[in-house]
């Protein structure tokens, strides 16, 4: 397996602001669907291993966590971490009668990952003018699974968290990207950097 | 060609425009119109002709038609959005078609209006499947749990017989030994009785020897004085009577120990009966403080003649057995109390102990059978699951709390009758860690 360059300080840059915009806009998208406002962190781009992946998706208290995949020009997983607290507000702003049940809340968690995670990646291939599709999101329990056993040993990690403003919910968007996309986007970026 | 090819695939496949009007539905759908609709469906609000969902269809919709990113639901949170019939509504088990839907932003390319498309899947062989399987598992998991808990119980079973057949061997050579303790017992008694007749007689012709000594000879006089000196008669007629009263008192000592083991072993009777608690706790104070010397026993009960009705057998043993824990606890100094308190309905018996205490993390377990933290070979870590089942029996409680260092109280409770017919009571024991 070969061993996946880090980015440099210029692409590491470009990524960054590409992932502002991109961000940006899919807050906008989810401010407008449930209409209310949508506060988001500064994306964070960092390199991880299977184990570090593993403590990034678990520094949430009391979570919900989906997985989606992506294909396309790059693929990757992108992997959600939303917050237990809060959700029944986002829930009434989502239309939702009250009591929610258990499928409810899974419905609800599986729709807004894919809004977020569809409009994050949406701009960010908009962006880097490549082509994704994401495939369906399903339900994540990362404490059954095994990340020791991954089989890759490196990772670029691109994260942001979404703040809902009126509610104590929140929710942290965590993309992953395989080698060979990863050298396929620093090509792309290298050719925006010009 | 391609419009044949779409209308017969065998997903459904449905497009709507902005205020949610079909444009097109394929033969999947339109296969499973009511006759009515299937002529003028154009047109028409797909929340219209499919009712029951229709609120959960515009919000995806919607979000479809803000976001242009595509929307996903499944069988497993929502199975049926449009009101469907299983495709085989004669040989299916599912009456209603089980639907995954995904609805993507698509653009006709002459006007360049916003559409959405809808893809029905029809997973209902899929859903059915999946539901047996966790139906399945269901019960493998039930009945999994079901053979632990006959596991634990035959476990329980094996430790009480164990425990059973070890305490009738047991209670068999100690009442044959009681038997043939109590022979020669009988015949030291009796010949120590005689044997002090004797002696104070001696000890009368003696006296009267030296009292009438005037009346002897000098020489006779001086004799009989220096008999006396050289076997320390004024010593040995002091000495005398206290040491056989001292004996005697030693054998009925021996007696009583020897009457309290045949009492504790020798329960002719099984079954429920009327037990007098004071005299047993009495019988079992004084059986184990022979055994352990180094404990203080301290013995407080409500008042003479208190009853219950139970099982004499079961009950003895319980008490013994946390007794023995008890006095087993303290190396050195300490104490052991007793108490029996009277409630309305039932009797407890409060057995406290200063001595080393039970750790936190084995206070969970002193009920199982086999636990115990002696050395191999000195312990079997049955007494106290003896003792539960026991007062399990006699639709009792007990409950422990304990600190390490400082001491352990357990409490037993029983009902003074037992109560007919009500199940027994299958909480757990309790225990808690000793407040200071």
Known sequence: MSIVLPLDEDQRDALQELLNISMGQAANSLAQLIETKIDISIPKISTVTPNELYGLLFETKDAYYTRQSFLGDIHGEVMSVLSQSGLSEVAKLMDYDEPLSKEDIQEIILELCNILAGACLAGLSDQLELTTNLNMPTLFQPEKSNFSDLQWQHTLVMEVQFIIAISSFSMRVVFCLDDESLIRMKDTLDELLG | ?436
């Open chain 2, 1 to 436: 060609m391609f419009e044949q090819l779409v209308s017969k695939l065998p997903v459904g496949i449905g497009i709507v425009d902005e205020a949610f009007n079909v444009v097109y539905l394929n033969d999947f759908f339109l296969d499973r119109l009511p006759h009515e609709l299937r002529k003028d469906y154009k047109e028409q609000p797909v929340t219209e002709l499919f009712k029951g969902q229709g609120k959960f269809l515009k919000r995806r919709l919607k979000s479809v038609f803000v976001l242009q990113h595509p929307s996903f639901s499944y069988w497993e949170q929502r199975p049926h959005i449009f009101p469907f019939k299983s495709s085989r509504p004669i040989t299916g088990e599912e009456t209603q078609m089980y639907q995954n839907m995904e609805i993507i932003p698509i653009k006709d390319n002459a006007s360049g209006e916003k559409l959405a498309c809808i893809f029905l899947q029809d997973v209902t062989a899929q859903a059915s499947y999946f539901r047996a399987q966790q139906k399945l598992s269901q019960a493998l998991k039930k009945e999994h749990a079901e053979q632990r808990k006959l596991i634990r119980k035959l476990d329980t079973a094996q430790s009480q017989l164990i425990q059973a057949e070890k305490m009738a061997s047991t209670g068999q050579l100690a009442a044959g030994i009681a038997h043939e303790i109590n022979n020669p017992i009988g015949f030291v008694t009796a010949n120590l009785d005689t044997l002090s007749q004797y002696a104070s007689h001696l000890l009368a012709i003696c006296d009267g020897v030296e009292s009438q000594i005037i009346h002897f000879t000098e020489e006779m006089q001086e004799q009989i004085q220096s008999l006396f000196e050289s076997n320390h008669y004024a010593l040995l007629k002091d000495d005398i009577t206290e040491l056989i009263d001292e004996s005697s008192e030693g054998l009925s000592r021996v007696r009583d120990i020897v009457e309290n083991l045949k009492n504790f072993s020798l329960e002719t009777s099984d079954g429920y009966q009327t037990i007098e608690v004071c005299s047993v706790a009495k019988q079992l104070i004084t059986l184990i403080s022979a055994q352990y010397a180094k404990p203080e026993y301290k013995f407080e009960c409500a008042r003479e003649k208190l009853e219950v009705i139970g099982e004499p057998g079961t009950l003895k043993q319980a008490l013994m057995n946390v007794m023995v824990n008890a006095a087993q606890a303290i190396e050195e100094k300490g104490f052991i109390k007793l108490s029996i308190i009277e409630n309305e309905n039932d009797i407890a018996f409060k057995i406290l102990d200063s001595g080393c205490g039970i750790a936190e993390q084995n206070l969970k377990r002193i009920f199982e059978p086999f636990f115990t933290t002696k050395p191999e070979g000195q312990g079997q870590g049955l007494g106290l699951s003896v003792a539960y089942t026991a007062i399990e029996k006699h639709q009792g409680k007990v409950s422990i709390s304990s600190k390490e260092g400082k001491g352990t109280v357990v409490q037993i409770t029983i009902p003074k009758i037992p109560p007919q017919n009500t199940p027994a009571d299958n909480s757990e024991p309790t225990t808690e860690a000793l407040s200071n």
